[in-house]
């Protein structure tokens, strides 16, 4: 069979990697499509995974827009010629429009809540959404649910175990706390009305947990000089090692935190509204803790985190936590992978 992925952002490189390796294995036809997003092309490249470059996308309403119909029509042509069984995305409004144009059932995965706008733009041109059980949202009578994460479709335990080489490639050893930031650009359609943590909070930050342990900043923008020198010096397929024996991550990144939680490391991140995922991981796990993006939540987060380099115990309860999410939840990148073996076989007997 032939299954069509889009990728859209680098964390869907992620999503999908062990899925398109596993159809690959059992011998069927992958196309991947990908936008030109940050580290996107990057990561497919060090995952060896073959695709085709989409561009780079727009910014502003109009050139939104366009980008829309142009790739609409560009990606019907590549799929016309790759005549796939089933077609597959992340909150991806384009391989949506280009199924039901074609007649083949779309796969629209989604776990952010406030990813409105996109939800209307795929949901309704998907034969299946899919969404963790914690989604916080109805999407309608095409949503079905799955328990577990998408950070469990890249870090669950068959996918994933920690170097610590990296720790030397950091310069710290294994007794030593540390500490990753990390900074968003908040250009995401879904951080509209988010501005995230001042540069005054971050310089803040930054001094009093380097007190604590070494501080590692990850950010998707640029940094003043004096934040530069904390710049994570690892590839961007070292990060999730260096996570996993970290003490803390603090930032303003749902994602990381999440991804934090399931490697057995506590997280503080800042954002108004949260996830289904987190606020799960905190209410559940609890050792993640969401906190507003003002100064009276920034300083509450700061506070939060600085306790918990405090606490010699810290590491071990974060870890134990990690066990019971690794216990209660399924493996995700397996449970695709069957839906959409499913989803390809009823095409091909349709046909």
């Known amino acids: 069979m032939r299954f069509f992925f889009d990728i859209g952002h680098p964390a869907h490189v992620h999503y999908f990697r062990n899925v398109i390796e596993l159809l690959g294995e059992d011998g069927h036809d992958v196309l991947v499509t990908s936008r030109d ?53 992340f909150s991806s409004p384009y391989p949506a429009h280009v199924a039901t144009w074609l007649g083949r059932p779309y796969v629209g995965i989604t776990d952010t809540e406030s990813s409105v706008w996109q939800q209307r733009l795929f949901v309704p041109f998907s034969r299946h959404v899919l969404t963790p059980t914690c989604f916080g949202r109805d999407l309608g009578e095409k949503h079905q649910r799955f328990d577990s994460y998408m950070e469990l479709a890249y870090l669950g335990r068959d996918w994933f ?9 950091l310069g710290v050893g294994l007794a030593t706390p ?25 310089r803040v930050a930054v001094e009093q947990l380097s007190r604590m342990g070494s501080v590692f900043i990850s ?10 020198a904390f710049r994570c010096p690892l590839p ?11 003490s803390l991550l603090y930032g303003e990144s749902c994602t990381m935190a999440s991804e934090a939680a399931v490697l057995g490391t506590a997280a503080v991140y800042h954002d108004d509204v949260g996830r289904g995922y987190t606020d799960e ?14 100064r009276k939540g920034s300083e509450q987060g700061l506070a939060k985190a600085c306790s918990i380099m405090a606490d010699p115990h810290a590491k071990r309860d974060a870890q134990a936590a990690a066990t019971r999410i690794h216990a209660d939840k399924v493996d995700t990148s397996r ?5 959409l073996l499913q989803t390809g076989e009823a095409e091909a007997r349709s046909r």
């Open 37 to 89: 997003k940050d580290i996107a092309l990057e990561l497919l490249d060090l995952y060896r995974i073959p695709y085709v470059n989409r561009g780079a996308g727009a910014t502003g309403l109009v050139g939104k827009a366009m980008y829309l119909a142009r790739t609409d029509l560009w990606m019907l042509k590549e799929a016309r010629s790759f005549d796939p069984h089933v077609l597959v995305g």
């Open 178 to 202: 540390f500490v990753i930031i990390r900074f968003v650009g908040w250009e995401a359609s879904h951080d509209r009305g988010h501005s995230g943590l001042s540069l005054e909070h971050k």
């Open 335 to 339: 449970f695709l992978y069957e839906f």
């Open 219 to 228: 950010s998707e923008k640029p940094l003043p000089e004096d934040l530069e």
């Open 236 to 246: 961007v397929d070292r990060i999730h090692h260096a996570l996993a024996y970290a």
């Open 281 to 294: 991981q905190e209410s559940v796990y609890g050792h993640v803790s969401r906190f507003s993006e003002d």
């Open 161 to 169: 175990s920690p170097d610590p080489a990296v720790l030397g490639e």
